[in-house]
């Protein structure tokens, strides 16, 4: 019973999402504008105790995925997780195509650790290395094309 109101719920949120159309991103991938601010339609927070490749997270993460979708198809997916392998396995392998990208807060705290082999851990370079603005590379502002994986 509490399942069905949980799904319930979940439906309801997406229904009433639908009114909410600046905050759907647009479904051409190649267009796709990350600067644009966007509105948090609905969330799901799951979490399992620890177990062997994560197994009943990722039956659970593709069923609601799989629900959302088939209510909502024109959504574009975006794929975000941390470098772990069997992550991006998963991702790419069993969930339908989409951007691919490393999280943030991820990416951040590789890019210091790197950052901190080549300065010195601790030293003053490091965090000002870290806090400089990058300098525009070549390929950047490249829109990324559906099933790409930028990690």
Known sequence: MEAQRKSARRRQLVDKSRKAPRAIARSDARRWDFAT???LLAAVRMA?????HKASLKEALKAELDMALSLRPELQLVKAADGANDNWT???KELPKGLE???FFHAAEHLNTALASAYGDGTVETPTA???PAPRAAGRGRRGEEGDSLN
């Open 37 to 39: 601010e966007m509105e």
């Open 48 to 52: 399992r105790m620890p177990e062997p």
């Open 90 to 92: 998963y991702l790419h």
């Open 101 to 103: 990208v490393v999280d």
């Open 130 to 132: 870290f806090q400089r």
